[in-house]
C-alpha cells in the first residue's frame, strides 16, 4: 500500500510540473523565457523523481527545438574555436602545444589561417579542453 502512495505523489508531482508550464512546442522568446525559468528551477534541486527528471528532458527538447528555429547559431570556424577555447582557459599557444602534443608552429598556423586541423589534432584539443570534437566541425 506504501508504494502506491509513493507513485501516487510522484505522479501528482509531474502533474504539478505540467500544470506549472505544459509540455507543448515552445512559439515565443516569451513562452521560452518561462520554460527556462522552469528548467532553472529543476536544476536547482538536487532530488528530483524520475518523472520530474522525465519532464526536464523533454522541456529541454523544447527548448532545443525552438532555439534552433528561433535564433541558429551561426557555424564557427576551427580557427575562432580554438582562438575562443584557448582565452576561456586562461592558457597559451605554448601551453596548449605543450599539452597536446602538437608543435607551437602548427598551433601559430592554424590561428593565423595558414593551416587546417587534422583529425588527429582535433581528437588532442578535444581531449585537452574537454570539449566534443564535433565542436571544431566546421
Known sequence: MATATRQG???DRYFELVLR?????????KELNAAVKMVDSLLDRK????????YLEVLGDL????ESEAHPIAPVSDVEML???????????????????????TISEVLGGKRSL??????????????SPEVFAF
Open 9 to 11: 505523489k510522484t505522479k
Open 118 to 131: 587534422n583529425r588527429n589534432h582535433i581528437g588532442k584539443l578535444a581531449r585537452y579542453f574537454n570539449v
Open 47 to 54: 532530488d528530483l523523481a524520475p518523472e520530474e527528471e522525465d
Open 63 to 66: 527548448i532545443e527545438q525552438y
Open 83 to 105: 582562438r575562443h577555447l584557448i582565452e576561456a582557459k586562461g592558457v597559451s599557444q605554448t601551453a596548449v602545444s605543450k599539452a597536446t602534443g602538437i608543435a607551437d608552429s
Open 21 to 29: 508550464f505544459p509540455l507543448r512546442p515552445i512559439r515565443s522568446d
